[in-house]
C-alpha cells in the first residue's frame, strides 16, 4: 500500500472518530437551553410510555341536585374545586378570582389567576366555539371566552393554563399544563338556581376539552368513561382501562355533523319493545343534562303511550308537583319508585337497522323521579319546547346503572349495564384525594 494512502487514510478515520464523539457529546451532554427546549416533548414521550387511565370518584343526583361532580386539584401548590361532568361542552371552566360576577363559591374558593392567561393566538383559543367573533388585534391579548349553554346559563372569562396533579391508576403521578377557562362573569337567568359547584369539568370533542389535551400530551387515550349510580354515587375515568372487553354495545359517532357534541342516530324510538312510529331521529350523549329530551314528536308519542299505559292505574293526574311539567300521585305519598314502577315500560332507542339494531334501553327507574311532595313525574321533557329544536338529549336521569364509554379513538359511543355503587378495582385509584 502507498505510504501516503495508508498517512490520509488513518487521518480519515481520525476525523471520523473525532466527529463520532462530538455527536455523541452533543446528543447525551445537552446544553441548558436545549434542556429546557426539550422538556415538554421529553414529558410527552415519557408519558406516552407510561400510558394510563385517571380515575375520578363521582358524587351527586338527578334529584334534587341536578347533577353529579367530581374533584379536581389545580395549580401549584394544588387547590380542589368540585366540577360538573359535562360531556356536552368541550371547555373546563373555574369560578374565577379576577374579581368574580355572579360566583356561587366565596373567593378563598375561587381560582386565582397568576400572569398564566393564554394569548388570543394561542391555538385552543382559535379553536372555542364562541357566542360571539372576538377580533384578535394584538396577537399578545388575552384569550378571552363567552360560552352559553342550553338552559340559558353561560360563563365570561379568559383562558389559563395551569398544572393539573394526578395519580395514574398504574401508580404513577403527572402535573401536565393544561388549559381552561377562569370565568369571571357567569350568568343563570333560568328558574333554577345555579348549581354550587366551582364550575365545569368539559369533556367534549373539541381540542380544548380536557380528554383530548391529555391524549395530545400521551397521557392517557381520548376515551371517557362514566358510570353513575341511582344512590347518588359513580366514578369517571379518562383512558381505556376501565372498558370491559366483552358485552360493550357499541354505536357509532355521527361523523358528518360539524358539532363536537356525542351524537349519534339515526335512532328509532321503541316502547315496550314495540315500534312508535318515531324513526331518523339523531341523539346525543350529554352527561350535562339532568334529565333525558326528545323532540316535540317523540316526546308526545312517548308521553300518550305513557298515559294509555296508566288508565285504570292508581296513579292520576297532579298540577300541584312543580317539580316536573308531567307529575302523577298515588292513594297516597311514593316514597320509592319500587311501588310504581310496575306500571310503566320500558323505552328502547334502537340504532342502526331493525335486523342489527344496537338497543338502549331506559327502564322506568331511569326516566321516573320520585319527588319530595311523593309523586312521581317523568325526567323525559320536551326539547323543541325548550330551544332544542330537533335534538334529543340522552342525560344523567337515563345514565344511572349503565357505564357509557365515549371512544374517541374509534369514533363511537359504547354502554353496559353495571353496578355504578361499586368502584373499579384498580390499584390506586383516583387523584386529587
Avoid at 6 to 32: G, I, K, M, W
Avoid at 48 to 77: K, T
Avoid at 234 to 248: A, C, N, Q, T
Wanted: aromatic fraction near 10%; glycine fraction near 8%; charge should be neutral.
Amino acid at each position: 500500500m502507498n505510504p501516503k494512502q495508508e498517512t490520509r487514510n488513518l487521518h480519515f478515520f481520525f476525523l471520523v472518530f473525532v466527529f463520532y464523539v462530538f455527536v455523541l457529546c452533543a446528543r447525551f451532554q445537552p446544553s441548558d437551553a436545549t434542556t429546557k427546549d426539550s422538556s415538554a416533548g421529553q414529558m410527552k414521550l415519557q408519558n406516552r410510555r407510561l400510558g394510563s387511565s385517571v380515575v375520578f370518584p363521582v358524587s351527586g343526583n338527578v334529584y334534587p341536585l341536578g347533577y353529579y361532580y367530581v374533584l379536581l386539584n389545580i395549580g401549584n401548590p394544588p387547590k380542589l374545586f368540585d366540577l360538573d361532568i359535562d360531556t356536552g361542552s368541550d371547555l373546563t371552566w373555574v369560578q374565577c378570582d379576577a374579581p368574580c360576577n355572579g360566583c356561587t363559591k366565596p373567593r378563598a374558593k375561587q381560582y386565582k389567576p397568576n400572569h398564566n392567561t393564554l394569548p388570543c393566538s394561542h391555538l385552543l383559543c382559535s379553536d372555542l366555539d364562541l357566542t360571539q367573533n372576538r377580533p384578535c388585534d394584538d396577537p399578545e391579548d388575552q384569550c378571552d371566552y363567552e360560552i352559553g349553554y342550553s338552559d340559558h346559563a353561560s360563563s365570561i372569562g379568559a383562558l389559563v393554563t395551569d398544572e393539573f396533579p394526578l395519580k395514574l391508576a398504574n401508580g404513577s403521578t403527572m402535573n401536565p399544563h393544561l388549559t381552561f377557562g377562569c370565568g369571571y362573569d357567569q350568568q343563570n337567568p333560568g328558574p333554577h338556581p345555579p348549581p354550587p359547584t366551582a364550575g365545569i369539568l368539559g369533556l367534549g370533542r373539541g381540542k380544548v376539552g380536557i380528554s383530548t389535551q391529555l391524549k395530545s400530551l400521551g397521557i392517557t387515550k381520548n376515551v371517557i368513561v362514566h358510570c353513575l349510580s341511582h344512590t347518588g354515587k359513580g366514578f369517571l375515568s379518562i383512558g381505556d382501562e376501565l372498558v370491559p372487553s366483552s358485552g360493550v354495545t357499541w354505536t357509532s359517532l355521527a361523523t358528518n355533523s360539524a358539532s363536537k357534541n356525542y351524537m349519534t342516530g339515526p335512532a328509532e324510538l321503541l316502547f315496550n319493545d314495540k315500534t312508535t312510529g318515531v324513526k331518523g331521529i339523531n341523539v346525543v350523549f350529554d352527561s350535562g343534562s339532568s334529565y333525558t329530551y326528545f323532540n316535540a314528536e317523540a316526546y308526545q308519542a312517548i308521553l300518550d303511550l305513557i298515559r294509555k299505559d296508566l288508565n285504570g292505574k292508581p296513579l292520576t293526574d297532579t298540577k300541584d308537583d312543580k317539580s316536573l311539567p308531567v307529575c302523577w300521585k298515588g292513594k297516597k305519598p311514593l316514597k320509592s319508585l319500587d311501588e310504581v314502577k310496575k306500571y310503566f315500560k320500558t323505552i328502547t332507542l334502537r340504532f342502526g337497522n331493525q335486523k342489527n339494531g344496537q338497543p338502549f334501553q331506559v327502564p322506568p327507574e331511569s326516566y321516573l323521579i320520585i319527588t319530595e311532595k311523593g309523586n312521581v313525574c317523568l325526567g323525559i321533557l320536551n326539547g323543541t319546547e325548550v330551544g332544542l329544536d330537533s335534538y334529543n338529549i340522552i342525560g344523567d336521569i337515563s345514565f344511572q346503572g349503565i357505564m357509557v364509554i365515549y371512544d374517541n379513538e374509534k369514533q363511537r359511543i359504547g354502554w353496559i349495564s353495571s353496578d355504578c355503587d361499586k368502584l373499579p378495582k384498580s390499584e390506586p385509584l383516583f387523584t386529587s384525594f
